[in-house]
């Protein structure tokens, strides 16, 4: 069983920066997809960014040149390094954990397949950002 618990929540002003940690126990070994998900009240859940288990990472293009996702050499802790947030990316975030690649349900013709039928495996009970204009 993995467990995962997300931090580093909390508000900032737009513009302003904060970092996500994830902390993962349990059986995960380098074989785990990993990755941010994130909701946003009266909103579907939506891909943030994600790192697959070959390390090839993946971003919403919403956040492209804004977030960073990273990771220990242990895969026990997960990192959204988030800068020049905006209010659009208030929202409770999620760290979540996957056998198989997460890459797949944000970007390429099957993305809305995975997302929609096939559940991701682990996830953590969030971390809320608020962003104030």
């Known amino acids: 069983q993995v467990r995962l618990r997300e931090s580093g929540g909390g508000s900032v002003q737009s513009g302003g920066s904060l970092r996500l940690s994830c902390s993962a126990s349990?059986?995960?070994?380098?074989?785990?997809?990993m990755g941010w998900f994130r909701q946003a009240p009266g909103k579907e859940r939506e891909g943030v960014a994600v790192i697959d288990s070959d390390g090839i990472t993946t971003y919403a293009d919403s956040v492209k040149g804004r977030f960073t996702i990273s990771q220990d050499n242990t895969k026990n802790t997960l990192y959204l390094q988030m800068s020049r947030l905006k209010p659009e990316d208030t929202a409770m975030y999620y760290c979540a954990a996957d056998t198989s690649p997460l890459s797949p349900r944000m970007v390429g013709p099957n993305k809305d397949y995975y997302n929609e039928y096939v559940p991701i495996e682990n996830w953590g009970q969030g971390t809320q950002v608020t962003v104030s204009s």
């Open positions: 349990g059986y995960i070994d380098n074989s785990y997809s």
